[in-house]
């Protein structure tokens, strides 16, 4: 995989008058708003393009800016590119993203917006200007509510200009010979604790691959009764990076939500993978979290079924890693690893004893495997249950090595 971003990190303007300089004052700033710990969690994220499912072109979320789970307001998160894309299919100008939370008369929200000056995508078949999506996510005296915003200027198919419908509504348009395009794609959740809502304004699924192009999306969420604490993190059965390029992305993946699962187990699951440095069993990742009056308390938790690597010469059953965090009522954080682990480990068709904890162990002809990674934060724990490192032929230089990380659970508990 391969992300590209290329772009100008901010702008400077200048005025001339006539052919003399003029001094000026700098502008008095503006106060600061002043900032509120609120008994809601806020979480907001949004991108210019992002790309799945093309082995040859699948991008990171371009000019993503996020805001993480948060009870603060206001509080704000802003990116712009130039330039964006896949190097492939995707290219776009002018990319601005913007994620804030706000309170003003009896109103808090959790607020995402993207815009794109311009566009193509579906390998340039599909073309766009003045791209606008926004979601916000709010409560007032009246309770929870979200709106979502999708909009464009133009829109071409095929070299035709496509007739948008009123009010963002959505729409599907064939690209010939290519695919589907989905135009204004929206989504709304509204409970009696809490509303979210998400806006992908283009999205293109191919019909000759796996290939989905996603296209202006913003996505926002606020949550109510966290009074106990701020649940962050995620499981995922597991990831791999060659070098500094990502070879598998996080599957499995649960997330945490900001008030945590409400007292339920959450759990999502994926089969077994064939990747190219070896083979990975199936996969089940869980979380839970509850708010206890002003304590909170959860855990996520990840299983791989077994795994091996270099033709079978290292070989793991049942790698499990859970992370425990209970915040106190008192402000004190108790966290653990236990029930993290791992059931066998044969090298060379030989079981052997489960090594010390974080220290990683040799293999001859192959590279090196950690057991029960642990790393305690001060809000919480991030746990790995394996980690293989496979040398790449050059056992000195680590940086073109396969790094695979198997059963990852990760949780932290902030009180603001």
Known sequence: MRTIHRGLAALTTATVAGAGLVAV???AAAPAAEVAITNFGFDAASYGSKTTGNPTADSDATALSHLPCTRRVPRDDRNFLAEAGDGDGVSLRGVNTHNFTRRKDGTVSANSVVTIDRGRLAGGEVRFTNLRGRVKSFHNATGYHVNTVSDLGT??????LVPLPVGGQRLEVPVPGQGTLIVNRRVEHVRNVGANGAVNVLRFVSSTDNTVEKVGRAFSRIDGQIEGGLFGGAAWGSDARVGDRAAL???ALQPMPCPGTRGQVKETSTGEATPDFGFIGARRSFAYGVQRDNSATGYTRSVVAAARFGGGALKFR???????VTRQADGDVVRTAKGSGVGRILV???????????????????GTFTVRKVNKTPTGIEVTG??????NGTPKVKSDD????????NLRIKKS
């Open 25 to 27: 004052a700098p502008a």
């Open 155 to 160: 829109l071409t198919v095929a070299g035709k």
């Open 249 to 251: 992305g996080r599957a």
């Open 318 to 324: 049942a790698i499990r890693a859970k992370a425990n």
């Open 348 to 366: 060379n068709g030989k079981e052997i004893q489960t090594p010390r904890a974080g220290v990683p162990r040799k293999v001859a002809g192959l």
């Open 386 to 391: 394996v980690i293989v490192r496979i040398f």
């Open 402 to 409: 396969t790094v695979v990380n198997l059963a990852n659970a």
